[in-house]
């Protein structure tokens, strides 16, 4: 099924939306808030906390989309270790516990501008380009059997690319953080 | 489901985690936006792949490589602000400036307090690392 | 063996100033030896050559190093009875300047510079005078308005020496520059460089631009032998050491130009425009340095204008196309003027002044310098053409070739058409010689009688004299003073004033190196005209035109010399009188007979007629304020676009270097702005 093949029906539109439309909609409107929060908050720790929340969001919106392996994955990852790595690298700069009043840089009117112009270009492009598409969410697309047939099937080679990756990383923050020896 | 709606999504998320990255100056929050701008990319791989419903799924198995891209560089960045912290005293990216061309920026000064405090701060950043570790 | 032996001349000096160079500063012992004995060798092989070439011997060599292109340039050797002869003369007063200077400059620290120069000066002028080639004749040529430079500004410390050397090497190069042109002028019409083949077209008529190229030539002459308009350097260039003044004047630098006529005369002799501008000048130079001279103070600015003079008589010989008179006279004229500088030279030593004025209140320099005195008296009578000194008979071949000239008879000596020469100019050639005459008569009396017989004064008078030290110069004039300052002794003169009032018996100074050169060049002074009389002597080399004085002339002039003499006797003694009458006391303390001779011809006489400051007004000004125009261009308007163009890249460098700030998100917010400008672009062009 392609964008061709999907001609305009009248029996779906803006104003009829169902149900798991509104759910994606308010848990998107969850999401977009605590991403804002986590840019905008004076306190540190809170930043990280309301990333969880963002992060946590989305992986309902997976499941939402019929992609519930990813949500797991997403879960797991992004809320169970990502989130708990920048907590600890939080700490371990000694980000103040507390409302920080200098938290932003002096580019923030900058930033803010190009972010405006951005959303502003980006939402026009996308609005603009998938006015009148629909994902059909009636057949399961992301149940992990499927994913883990493609991807033992046909994606084995970079998967193990990237496991290679993963170890480099892990050899190299290992070599950055090390302390050199003073003398030896 | 309409395609507009995780794309908007999507793309308003990313805006977001770019301001972050422009705007916060502790450079952990700055990778915590970097987060935010790479799930952005991960919602519209999982949309497009759900809309275009890929033989290959090639649009989940990226994100599945991306996320694992995601964690290495979260922790390959935390390594490296780990090391600035360490050195400089600080995890302000506007004050990481040793870069600066030309001798009249007040960046110097700052730097010279700063690495002032890295010496000070060494000592104890290594107590909690001995700690940590 | 004779090309050997004339090759050596040249070359011995030319060594010897490279070895004196090399080794002066590491071996001070070898400088006087390295500076005197190879000109003393050169002098003999100049002597050795001269008898082997003989009366009317030709040598001519020429070889051609490697091929010049278009016209050939050859290292050639022309002798000739008038080269031997003049070469002759160059290296023995090379060898009694040498001979002088070490003693003389004894004191000094430069003084292997200075002997290594004078030996390379010598050299040129051996070179000069012993090429065929007029390119190898021109790089002698060039090579002594260097060594003048330098030599003139040996006192490179003292501001007028600077200047003075400064101002004889600029006012000879700007005679150079068309002397170079003439030189080639007559190269395209003959065809070659040879001073041979040259006569030889001209000879056979060939030369088609002869009065452009003579004329031309005319003004490095006239640069170079010091005639009217470009003669002001020379009695500036009195700011050098003296024996670099009689080598100088005597023999080398001014000699070349009168030579290279002689050389070149046959050419001049197709040419009438030439020869009449030539004696133009030389009567204006004449007459015009006599009465220079006559006002001058300063003892060798007197000697530098009799130069000019006498340079003027050669050249008046060479407008009236007798070279033979015009070589006599160089030849008398190099002895004698050697000998005068020489020995003034001593008289200054002893008088440690060079002013006139302060001369003639010394009592008792006749005692102290005995030398000088008669060596200075025997060279003074020469200058003034008295007989039987040396000068009387070449002054007289020159009058008498002015006279013949005037009959339409010009003694040219086979040389070209004696038809050339207007009756006319011979004429004012003769007249202007016997004025010339006597004032040289009056100027060299003047001098003779201001530097040796010093007025016996009143007591009276003499304490106001010395009361007035410094005022007595202020009548004798600026000259006066500046001439005390030139020499560098400042304090000697009122010493020396003081110790001669004490009445010391002072006894004969000077060393012998200094006394015995003057008696060696004497002896041509005095006898150096008699080889002019016998036809088999000097004339047999020289074209063999008779040089006997006709007897028109002679009584005359010899009448004008004594005349000229005895009017500065007479002055003299009318100024001696009010002197010691106290009239002038604190004005003329000198018994200057120069003020009742030339009356209001004085001051501007004193100053040259005014033709430095004429000169210094008309170019010297115009140049500098050029000069100073192209500056302020150079550095105002083609500075300013220089500037700018360093200046615009710098300010936007500055723009753009505020955007390298080191801020990471500064760099990020750009790149993502960049991306979002692109992308709307993108998106709205499609």
């Keep these: ?184 | 489901m309409h395609l507009v709606f995780p794309a908007v999504l999507a793309a308003l998320l990313f805006c977001v985690g770019l301001y972050g990255v422009l705007a916060r100056r502790n450079a952990v929050l700055m990778l915590m936006s970097v987060e935010l701008m790479l799930n952005a990319v991960n919602l519209n791989l999982v949309a497009f792949d759900v809309w275009l419903r890929d033989a290959l799924h090639s649009g989940q198995a990226l994100t599945l490589f991306t996320i694992t891209v995601a964690a290495a560089e979260i922790g390959l960045g935390l390594a490296i602000v780990l090391l600035i912290f360490r050195n400089r005293g600080t995890a302000d990216i506007d004050r990481v400036g040793r870069l600066t061309d030309g001798d009249e920026q007040a960046g110097g000064d700052e730097q010279a307090g700063g690495d002032e405090q890295a010496d000070g701060a060494e000592t104890v950043g290594d107590d909690e690392m001995e700690g940590v570790g | 063996m004779t090309l050997t032996l004339a090759i050596l001349v040249p070359l011995l000096p030319f060594l010897g100033a490279l070895a004196g160079l090399a080794s002066g500063r590491r071996a001070p012992g070898l400088v006087r030896p390295l500076a005197v004995l190879p000109t003393l060798a050169s002098a003999v092989l100049a002597v050795l050559v001269l008898t082997r070439i003989g009366a009317k011997g030709h040598l001519d060599s020429a070889t051609r190093l490697t091929p010049t292109g278009g016209l050939p340039i050859s290292l050639s050797l022309h002798l000739d009875g008038i080269a031997v002869l003049l070469a002759a003369l160059v290296a023995v007063v090379a060898t009694c300047v040498q001979l002088y200077s070490t003693a003389y400059l004894r004191e000094d620290p430069r003084y292997p510079s200075y002997a290594a120069l004078v030996s390379l000066f010598t050299a040129a002028m051996l070179l000069v005078v012993y090429s065929g080639d007029l390119i190898v004749l021109l790089v002698g040529w060039e090579v002594m308005g260097v060594c003048s430079y330098f030599l003139v500004g040996h006192h490179w410390e003292r501001p007028d020496a600077r200047s003075a050397s400064i101002k004889a090497f600029l006012v000879t190069k700007l005679g150079d520059v068309p002397f170079l042109f003439g030189i080639f002028v007559l190269a395209t019409d003959a065809g070659t460089f040879q001073i041979n083949g040259i006569l030889g077209a001209a000879a056979a008529g060939r030369l088609h631009h002869a009065t452009l190229a003579a004329l031309l030539l005319l003004c490095g002459v006239a640069g170079k032998s010091a005639q009217f308009p470009l003669h002001t350097w020379l009695p500036d260039a009195m700011a050098g050491p003296t024996p670099v003044s009689a080598l100088i004047h005597a023999a080398t630098m001014v000699a070349a130009g009168v030579y290279l006529v002689a050389r070149l005369e046959p050419v001049f002799l197709l040419s009438t425009a030439a020869l009449v501008v030539l004696g133009i000048m030389a009567v204006i130079t004449m007459i015009g340095s006599g009465l220079c001279a006559l006002a001058q103070d300063d003892l060798k600015r007197v000697l530098a204008y009799s130069t000019v003079g006498q340079l003027g008589y050669m050249a008046g010989a060479l407008a009236v196309g007798d070279r033979d008179a015009a070589l006599f006279h160089l030849l008398t004229h190099g002895a004698f003027k050697a000998l005068l500088f020489l020995s003034a030279g001593v008289v200054i030593h002893a008088a440690h002044t060079n002013s006139l004025t302060a001369m003639s209140r010394m009592d008792g320099l006749r005692r102290r310098v005995p030398d000088a005195y008669a060596t200075m008296g025997i060279g003074l009578a020469a200058l003034a053409g008295l007989p039987p000194f040396s000068g009387f008979f070449s002054k007289d071949a020159v009058l008498t070739a002015a006279e013949r000239a005037a009959d339409g008879d010009a003694l040219t000596g086979g040389l070209g058409p004696a038809g050339n020469v207007p009756c006319w100019l011979g004429w004012t050639v003769l007249i202007g010689g016997l004025l010339a005459a006597l004032l040289t008569a009056a100027y060299a009396a003047r001098l003779w009688l201001l530097a040796f017989f010093p007025v016996k004064r009143t007591a009276t008078a003499a304490t106001a004299a010395t009361a007035a030290t410094e005022g007595v110069a202020g009548d004798a004039g600026v000259a006066g003073v500046a001439g005390v300052a030139r020499e560098g002794a400042v304090a000697p003169t009122a010493a020396a004033a003081a110790a001669l009032a004490s009445d010391e018996p002072a006894g004969p100074v000077g060393p012998a190196a200094m006394v015995a050169p003057l008696w060696l060049l004497a002896v041509p002074s005095v006898a150096l005209g008699l080889v002019g009389l016998w036809p088999h002597a000097l004339p047999a080399w020289l074209d063999g035109v008779s040089l006997t004085p006709s007897g028109v002339t002679w009584p005359i002039a010899t009448a004008v010399a004594l005349l000229g003499a005895g009017l500065a006797w007479f002055a003299w003694r009318r100024a001696a009188a009010r002197v010691l009458a106290g009239a002038e006391a604190d004005a003329a303390a000198a018994a200057d007979p120069a003020p009742l001779l030339l009356g209001p011809l004085l001051v501007p006489a004193r100053v040259g007629f005014g033709v430095d400051t004429f000169y210094d007004r008309a170019f010297v000004r115009p140049v500098l304020g050029a000069a100073r125009l192209v500056s302020f261009l150079d550095r105002e308007v083609v500075e300013t676009y220089v500037k700018g163009a360093a200046g615009t890249p710098g300010v936007i460098g500055r723009v753009v270097r505020r955007a390298q700030n080191g801020n990471t998100q500064g760099y990020l917010s750009a790149l993502a702005a960049g991306v979002v400008v692109l992308a709307v672009i993108v998106a709205v062009a499609q």
């Design chain 1, 1 to 184: 099924m392609n964008l061709a093949a999907v001609p305009l029906d009248s029996t779906r539109g803006f104003l009829s939306p169902s149900g798991v439309e509104i759910v994606f909609v308010l848990v998107g409107l969850g999401v977009l808030g605590a991403a804002l929060l986590t840019v905008t908050t004076k306190q540190l720790v809170h930043a990280a906390l309301w990333l969880v929340v963002a992060l946590g969001g989305l992986a309902i919106e997976y499941l939402l989309l019929t992609a519930e392996f990813i949500a797991w994955v997403q879960v797991l990852i992004y809320v169970g270790a990502v989130v708990v790595l920048v907590l600890f690298g939080l700490m371990l700069t000694r980000a103040p516990i507390g409302a920080s009043p200098d938290a932003d840089s002096g580019n923030r009117w900058v930033a803010l501008g190009v972010a405006l112009a951005a959303a502003a270009t980006l939402v026009t492009l996308v609005v603009d380009a998938f006015r009148s598409t629909w994902i059909d969410l009636g057949t399961v697309a992301g149940s992990t059997k499927a994913n883990g047939v493609t991807l033992f099937r046909y994606w084995v080679l970079p998967f193990e690319a990237l496991s290679v990756l993963l170890l480099a990383a892990l050899v190299g923050a290992i070599v950055l953080s090390r302390r050199e020896k003073k003398e030896p």
